[in-house]
């Protein structure tokens, strides 16, 4: 599928001809800011994008006859990037503030963790251990030198805050759940950044948290951003693969091949891929470049999203402690998003991080929906099979990246040695978990240092902070 628009945007440009060709290489959120921020600097850009859609990992699908996103997404009030950007689209005034509940599996039992009487009241750990939790907590959100934690592993961080009890029964599973075994290569910055960005969502203390949502979800927010960038001019390309950039000797310019052997001239190229595909793309790269996009640990998803009948609990989000859970957490987005978006029936999802070569990734749907659905009536007595209306998988090896020790040291360069090729993805997002406004905030701030600095030899990124 291909959608060229046409639409004339309604600020003053010099013609086509004189404005520096841009080609954005990806068309999730990144790739539609970067997008966004090129064509109001006046720049002719072209959006390419391997799937039908544009979106990315924020993109929609289909579960039975419903419509909603392949992932679970919410907004925080922080979230001023994510926000203002909403504001444009005309969309942050629909967004709906609910406060939620959160659940907490461990022992085989479910607790509600959702204020500070049941934090209080939370049979696993002692007094001391929950004072210790809390004050790690709250010491977490409150720091603010990123830098420093990132030499120090998570493990050992939060054995040293929070105790070793607290550490084996909380904190350990919970690393488990997110990372694997990966955890043990993780600095104290992946949690702190967790902390930062969830303790922002609370009022105070250990009140009720508040997420928000736009009615219509990420099908909603897409739909009206590939419209705003096609009144700018932007050109959409979806279905198109790029394979290689190519430096054109004549032109002086970037050559991108795409999988169908069809090849397209631009000025300026920028990927916003995960580093293993933007390695690929060039063989213009240098060996250092090559080997710190490939060098970033990602953390894959298998992600099950089902529609019921009837509720499993009321808690937007539960933890789980216990390792013989299949998924890492259990998501219910019927306890957020008002219940007439899916025809009064219930959305969940059940996510299970794992490492990109995991062997689940090659398992069958119905073998992965067999251990979920089991996992599912052993956790809440009341669930039944036949509530079950729809059943679909989501697996995705790139997702994150992980904050390895030290890892800022060994971030992969914007601005790369190939003249006008640039790489902005998450991988950028140093001091931040993987999230719509960081993305958004990434491709603000990436937009205007490769614009700025665009034969820029240094192999310094900007660091947003938050
Ligand atoms: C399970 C899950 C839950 C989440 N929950 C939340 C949440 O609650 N709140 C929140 O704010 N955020 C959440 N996020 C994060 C959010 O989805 C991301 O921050 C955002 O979508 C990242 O966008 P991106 O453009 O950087 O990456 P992507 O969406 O991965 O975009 C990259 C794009 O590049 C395309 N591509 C790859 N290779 C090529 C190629 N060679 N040629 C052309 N195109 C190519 C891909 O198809 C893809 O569309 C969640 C994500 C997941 C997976």
């Given at each position: 599928m291909q959608t060229t628009a046409s639409a004339v945007h309604p600020v003053m440009r010099p013609n086509n001809s004189e404005r520096p060709r841009w080609a954005v290489i990806g068309g999730g959120m990144l790739g539609m800011t970067t997008a966004h921020r090129l064509l109001q600097a006046g720049n002719d850009v072209t959006i390419f994008e391997s799937?039908?859609?544009?979106?990315?990992?924020?993109s929609p699908w289909e579960l039975g006859d419903l419509t909603w996103d392949r992932h679970y997404h919410v907004t925080l009030r922080s979230d001023s990037a994510l926000r203002s950007l909403l504001a444009e689209l005309g969309l942050e005034s629909d967004i709906r503030w609910v406060p939620t509940k959160t659940g907490f599996y461990t022992d085989g039992r479910l607790y509600s963790l959702s204020n500070a009487a049941e934090f209080l009241a939370f049979?696993?750990?002692r007094l001391t251990d929950k004072l210790r939790l809390a004050a790690t907590i709250v010491y977490a959100s409150r720091l603010k030198d990123w830098r420093r934690l990132e030499k120090v592993s998570v493990s050992e961080w939060l054995t040293r805050l929070s105790g070793r009890r607290t550490f084996a029964k909380i904190w350990l599973p919970l690393l488990r759940a997110k990372l694997g075994e990966n955890y043990r290569q993780a600095s104290a910055a992946f949690i702190w950044a967790i902390i930062a960005r969830l303790y922002a969502?609370?009022?105070?203390?250990m009140k009720t948290e508040s997420f928000g949502y736009v009615p219509g979800g990420y099908a909603r927010i897409l739909r009206s951003f590939q419209e705003r960038l096609e009144a700018e001019g932007a050109h959409i390309n979806t279905s198109q693969t790029a394979v290689a950039i190519e430096t054109n000797e004549d032109s002086d310019g970037l050559s991108v091949r795409f999988s169908d052997g069809r090849r397209k001239e631009f000025n300026r190229v920028v990927a916003t891929v995960p580093g293993p595909v933007a390695a690929r793309?060039?063989?213009?790269?240098?060996a250092d470049e090559v080997s710190r996009l490939n060098g970033v640990q990602y953390q894959g998803i298998i992600c099950a999203s089902l529609l019921l009948?009837?509720?499993?609990?009321?808690?937007?989000v539960t933890n789980i402690t216990?390792?013989?859970?299949?998924?890492?957490a259990v998501i219910e987005m019927s306890a957020l998003v008002d219940r007439s978006e899916f025809k009064g029936r219930h959305l969940v999802y059940l996510p299970k991080y794992v490492q990109p070569?995991?062997?689940?990734?090659?398992?069958p749907d119905e073998q992965i929906e067999a251990e979920f659905l089991a996992a599912l009536e052993r956790m809440y007595p009341?669930?039944?099979?036949?509530?079950?209306l729809a059943f679909r998988i989501s697996r995705v090896r790139h997702v994150f990246p992980i904050a390895t020790l030290n890892y800022s040291d060994r971030l992969p360069p914007m601005?790369?040695?190939?003249?006008g090729f640039y790489v902005v993805n998450s991988?950028?997002?140093?001091n931040g978990t993987l999230n719509v406004n960081e993305t958004v905030q990434l491709a603000n701030t990436a937009t205007d240092y490769i614009r700025m600095?665009?034969?820029?030899?240094?192999?310094q990124v900007p660091v947003p902070t938050i």
């Open positions: 799937a039908p859609a544009l979106g990315g990992l924020a049979p696993p750990l969502a609370r009022r105070s203390g793309l060039s063989a213009g790269l240098s009948k009837r509720p499993l609990a009321d808690y937007y216990d390792s013989w859970v299949p998924f890492t070569d995991h062997p689940a990734f090659e398992l009341s669930f039944r099979r036949a509530d079950v601005i790369t040695s190939v003249p991988s950028h997002i140093v600095k665009p034969q820029a030899q240094s192999r």
